[in-house]
């Protein structure tokens, strides 16, 4: 099992930058890929970026349209914690951001994938 929890979030003008962590304990943290969801007020949750591999150091992204270009997933598997660079801040970027784990090879968009979810950090992004 992982345990995830986040950190990075708080309030920032429109244009600006975050940083998200997850710090994950428990066991086998390489084996399991690694995502990022947001949930606004009143909308569902929606899948951010995730970020896998497969074989050696090959390591793949995915990220929802209205981010890439501006956001930047990443992992440090020395340190058992992933993270979410956001560039470019707009205030439709406001929301709960989660870090999720689960196993590789899946379908890395869907919350069904995964396994393990952190309590979520608030992201604010002003005019």
């Known amino acids: 099992q992982v345990q995830l929890v986040e950190s990075g979030g708080g309030l920032v003008q429109a244009g600006g930058s975050l940083r998200l962590s997850c710090a994950a304990s428990g066991r086998t943290f390489s084996s399991y890929a690694m995502g990022w969801f947001r949930q606004a007020p009143g909308k569902e949750r929606e899948f951010v970026a995730a970020i896998s591999w497969s074989g050696g150091r090959t390591y793949y992204t995915y990220y929802v349209d209205s981010v890439k270009g501006r956001f930047t997933i990443s992992r440090d598997n020395a340190k058992n914690t992933a993270y979410l660079q956001m560039n470019s801040l707009k205030p439709e970027d406001t929301a709960v951001y989660y870090c999720?784990?689960?196993?590789?090879?899946?379908?890395?968009?869907?919350?069904?994938?995964?396994?393990?979810w952190g309590q979520g950090t608030q992201v604010t992004v002003s005019s």
């Open positions: 999720a784990a689960g196993p590789r090879g899946r379908n890395l968009q869907g919350m069904a994938n995964y396994d393990y």
